[in-house]
């Protein structure tokens, strides 16, 4: 009985998740999409010809920042992902081109990665180039030097491209997403069992960092698309730490400890979300779902 319990509420919440994951990608659906390795030239052709191109010609970078990096850029090599099906990636990856070209950058030293937004392959291309790079949104433009990186541009720049770039080569760039690249470090560091107890220390320094609870969303939904089960509840746990007053952040909790089986936490976490949000319906209909089948 335990064990068609948990499959049907697995069934049931990996549901809402895949649906909440894909309620933040853009509405348009291509016929086909653009995976692994690509090239400017891939963008170049129908359909994605339209937005590149008219996206690359309408931005006019700044010469001034272009001189300074001209020279500067060439002792790095740049990996960026995106998803030719990502409104952020349609609008800043003809922008990012646009400012290699005017730099001079050799493209030999650009490598350009197009990830899926199937819900079991959220962000991952085929060939695995995104594996352990902390790749939670797109485009990522991640720049090295002598193999080492040296800092990143995750989804559009703080100020500008150029201007953003410029700011890294110097050494003075505070990116956006910096409290999501210190938890990913923490799990890097200290595994799922020890995680929580660690980050727990880091809540003054996160606090600051992130802006809102959908940045430790994200980066916990692409967990469950991996199936670390493990490590998503621990962020999403330590998301609702972060944002106690969120019903959301209770409420991603709830949905992935019902997939992972976990039947008695998934109801708490139902009914912490209907305290902040009495009328929430999916906290409802989750606990109408887990209660149905005891």
């Not at 068609?4 to 994951?21: K, P």
């Not at 990830?115 to 085929?126: E, G, I, W």
Request: with cysteine.
């Amino acid at each position: 009985m335990k064990s068609i319990l948990i499959t049907a509420f697995v069934l049931y919440s990996f549901c809402t998740l895949a649906q909440s994951v894909t309620s933040e990608l853009t509405s348009d659906k291509p016929a086909s999409i653009l995976l692994g390795k690509i090239s400017e030239e891939s963008l170049l052709q129908p359909p994605y010809k339209d937005w590149y191109q008219k996206n690359y010609d309408a931005y006019s970078p700044d010469l001034n920042t272009i001189d300074e990096l001209s020279e500067a850029l060439k002792a790095y090599t740049i990996t960026g992902f995106m998803g030719s099906w990502c409104g952020d990636s349609k609008r800043e990856v003809p922008i990012f081109y646009k400012v290699l070209h005017q730099a001079e950058f050799p493209m030999s030293a650009l490598t350009l990665i197009a990830v899926d937004r199937a819900p079991d392959s959220y962000k991952q291309s085929p060939g695995g180039e995104q594996e352990g790079l902390n790749i939670h949104r797109v485009p990522t433009f991640i720049f090295y030097k002598n193999g080492k990186e040296v800092g990143r541009i995750t989804e559009r720049p703080v100020v500008t491209m150029e201007n953003d770039i410029l700011s890294m080569l110097k050494g003075e760039y505070v990116p956006r997403y910096a409290g999501v690249t210190t938890v990913d470090n923490l799990m890097k560091q200290h595994g799922a069992d020890n995680f929580l107890e660690i980050a727990k220390a880091e809540l003054p320094k996160l606090k600051e960092q992130l802006e809102h609870r959908y940045e430790l969303n994200t980066y916990a939904k692409l967990l469950v698309s991996q199936n670390k089960m493990q490590e998503a509840i621990a962020v999403f746990e330590l998301n609702t730490l972060l944002f106690p007053n969120e019903a959301g952040a209770f409420l991603s909790l709830a949905n992935t400890l019902g997939v992972a089986g976990d039947k008695e936490q998934a109801l708490l976490n139902y009914r912490k979300v209907l305290v902040l949000d009495p009328e929430n319906k999916e906290a409802i209909s989750g606990i109408r779902f887990l209660n149905s089948k005891i």
